[in-house]
């Protein structure tokens, strides 16, 4: 093989995409360079070959294809095959060009076949998910933010054979306002995704189900939140076309105006659900399709029982849900009435409330230092009270650098089930960013249930 103009050209393994023919006998190499950005992260930047000429077209032909298994290798046995979805609403409205500038070249070279798909309207990425063949492709790749990501994980779970279609990983390429999923997979960049789908790592991360009787069960990569938290994500939509700047605008105006809000919360802790290890709680599937051990009454196992106020049919067991009987007329002023293991928060109000399953709420955000994807535990954390103005600046100086929980005010519990009743007007409960009906939820970690695309 022969460079017009460069004789010698070294990619690494890790680096190398795969190739494009080029006019019959000729090819050019993709691949993907490594640099720290400003804030001293990875970063993956785009790179093309001179135009390389074989000896023949058959040649050209095969060198490509010997590229594309070396740089992007096929990881499912339907082949290499990406089922790709755009929200093309998300962030400031540029996912497509996201996608259509950098990511479909990169997929091109790597030699996938893409089934692509731009949603209509809000709820379509969930549709498009249930209704695709999930096993037949090596990943989901949603382009757009963590609401598409939720979407995209409801469809998951609202079919029978979900069990085997949690194999399948997923991943976000950022274009969204927030974009936690993929800042926590350490995906910076549309470039730097594109480059991890194509090699195909991933590891296990946690889900929550989220259940408000009579309604559907929802399932949850990254947080719940109410008050604060809530008001500075939903409460700055309207901001949305200033990036994630509208974030730190929304919780500057909760500190000032000294905001509380009122809930009743219940919950079990790791340690009281019978934790072995910092991965999984009692009872720990370690991924799809395996039997469930024993909750706190060790009675409960496997598949899910359609659980009382739920009008899902399919998904995990809710093995510490199910201990609470009927969720209806459960009573959260009664802390008596709850089964051994749960306990109640002891504020009525807090001033900052979130339970994380991952440590970053967006690019900058570390809401969740001690969070992780398979701790097996959400960190529920709070500040009953911030008292002044001033307290109230220095918790988020605090939370801006990732150190709020080395105030003594903010708590935490790592708590693997959570009932929120919220009782303040003036705020929403918000679940990986998306807000849902405004009354009682019932939350509970699956250990390890899916899979995401990591760098
Ligand atoms: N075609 C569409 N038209 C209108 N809304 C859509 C469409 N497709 C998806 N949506 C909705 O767009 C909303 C916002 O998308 P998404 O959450 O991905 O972006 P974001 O809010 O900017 O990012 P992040 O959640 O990371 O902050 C989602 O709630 C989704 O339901």
């Known amino acids: 093989m022969e460079a017009r103009r460069e004789q010698h050209l070294q990619v690494k393994e890790d680096e190398l995409i795969g190739a494009t023919l080029e006019k019959g006998d000729g090819l050019k190499l993709w691949y993907c360079t490594l640099s720290k950005s400003k804030s001293g992260q990875d970063i993956r ?13 058959q040649a050209a032909q095969k060198t490509v ?9 096929c990881k499912c046995s339907f082949g290499k095959r990406l089922l ?4 093309p609403h998300s962030g400031r409205g540029k996912a497509k060009k996201a996608y259509h500038s950098f990511v479909e070249s990169i997929f091109d070279a790597a030699g996938f076949e893409v089934v692509l798909h731009v949603t209509q309207h809000a709820g379509h990425a969930t549709d498009i998910v249930r209704n695709a063949p999930l096993e037949q492709f090596q990943a989901v790749v949603a382009v757009g933010g963590d609401g598409t990501a939720f979407e995209v994980l409801q469809g998951y779970f609202q079919v029978p054979d979900w069990q ?12 969204g306002s927030g974009n ?20 195909g790592k991933q590891r296990p991360i946690d889900i929550f189900s989220v259940l408000q009787p009579q309604g559907q069960c929802f399932y949850a990569f990254l947080s719940i939140y109410y008050g604060m938290m809530a008001n500075l994500d939903r409460g700055t939509d309207h901001l949305r076309w200033m990036g994630s700047v509208r974030f730190t605008i929304g919780a500057l105006l909760e500190v000032l105006q000294r905001k509380k809000y009122a809930a009743r919360v219940a919950y079990v802790r790791t340690v009281d659900a019978g934790i072995q290890s910092p991965s999984g709680h009692a009872g720990d599937s370690q991924g ?23 009008t899902a049919s399919h998904g995990p067991a809710t093995i510490l849900l199910d201990d609470l009987g009927n969720l209806s007329q459960l009573d959260l002023c009664n802390a008596n009435s709850l089964p051994q293991g749960w306990q109640m928060l002891p504020h009525d109000e807090t001033s900052f409330f979130a339970a994380v399953n991952l440590p970053l709420l967006d690019f900058n955000s570390r809401t969740g230092p001690q969070a992780g994807f398979d701790t097996g535990c959400l960190d529920l954390m709070y500040v009953a009270d911030l008292k002044s103005r001033k307290e109230g600046l220095e918790f988020l100086d605090a939370a801006g650098k990732g150190k709020h929980l080395e105030l003594t005010k903010c708590l935490l519990e790592k708590v693997v089930a959570l009932i929120i009743e919220p009782l303040s007007p003036g705020t929403w409960l918000v679940v990986d960013g998306e807000d849902i009906d405004y009354r009682r939820v019932f939350v509970e970690v699956h250990p390890k249930l899916c899979s995401v695309i990591v760098a």
């Open 84 to 87: 790709v979805i755009i929200n």
């Open 288 to 310: 799809a399709g395996q039997e469930k051990g024993s909750g706190m009454n060790g009675s409960q196992k496997g598949e899910y029982r359609s659980l009382e106020g739920s």
């Open 65 to 73: 294809n010997y590229l594309r298994n070396l740089g992007s290798p």
């Open 45 to 57: 930047h785009l790179r093309t070959s001179a135009h390389f000429t074989c000896t023949s077209a």
């Open 164 to 175: 085997q279609r949690i194999k399948t990983p997923f991943c976000l390429v950022p274009s």
């Open 180 to 199: 936690a999923l993929s800042a926590n997979c350490g995906l910076w960049s549309a470039v730097t995704a594109a480059h991890a789908v194509c090699k």
